[in-house]
């Protein structure tokens, strides 16, 4: 019985201090920055930037966002690398051809928020004027793209044309006008 225990004890220590030195490694690897700036352009530039000695920051990876067609760097602290990480938005003119490959491998069509058929609110904004009216989708569209919109027809007994507009597709059911 005693000599069971002190194998499974002497087992788990050791176990401990492994999982131990590969956290420890982990972090003592991370190259740290005095700030976040400094991080950024070193994950993505192959320039030298000031390493801090004492704390300090360090991006944890970079993700992209299809949707918004933006990359965020997630920023950790090294003085307590079990905060959340900090998104900072990263500039399309400071990305290297090597992230924007990544980026354009990762990025899908975007999609498809309003359907042909769709009822959707079609509306314009101007200075001192808002225009609201409903109408039904002509097409697919993502956010952003351009989709065909007739508006719906009036229960009058004049049977003329419907008109039709163009607009940006800003969210469900929800189409900005275009001039």
Not at 58 to 75: E, G, H, T, Y
Not at 142 to 162: A, F, H, P, Y
Request: charged share 20%; hydrophobic share 40%.
């Amino acid at each position: 019985m005693f000599d069971s225990f002190s194998i499974f004890k002497t087992v788990g220590r050791n176990f401990f201090l492994l999982l131990h030195g590969i956290c420890f490694a982990n972090t003592a690897l991370a190259v740290c920055y005095r700030t976040p700036a400094d991080a950024i352009a070193a994950k993505i530039e192959t320039s030298s930037y000031s390493i801090s000695v004492g704390g300090g920051y360090r991006v944890s990876k970079v993700q992209s966002d299809p949707v918004l067609n933006q990359s965020w760097a997630m920023i950790i602290p090294c003085d307590h690398p079990g905060w959340p990480a900090v998104a900072l938005p990263l500039r399309n003119s400071i990305l290297s051809a090597q992230l924007k490959v990544q980026v354009g491998a990762t990025k899908t069509s975007a999609p498809v928020v309003v359907r042909a058929g769709d009822i959707v609110r079609l509306w314009k904004q101007e200075s001192s004027l808002r225009i609201e009216v409903a109408g039904t989708s002509e097409g697919n569209g993502g956010l952003g793209d351009l989709v065909k919109v007739r508006l719906l027809s009036r229960n009058t007994d004049d049977q003329s044309i419907t008109e039709q507009f163009f607009g940006v597709v800003r969210g469900p059911f929800d189409v900005e006008m275009k001039p």
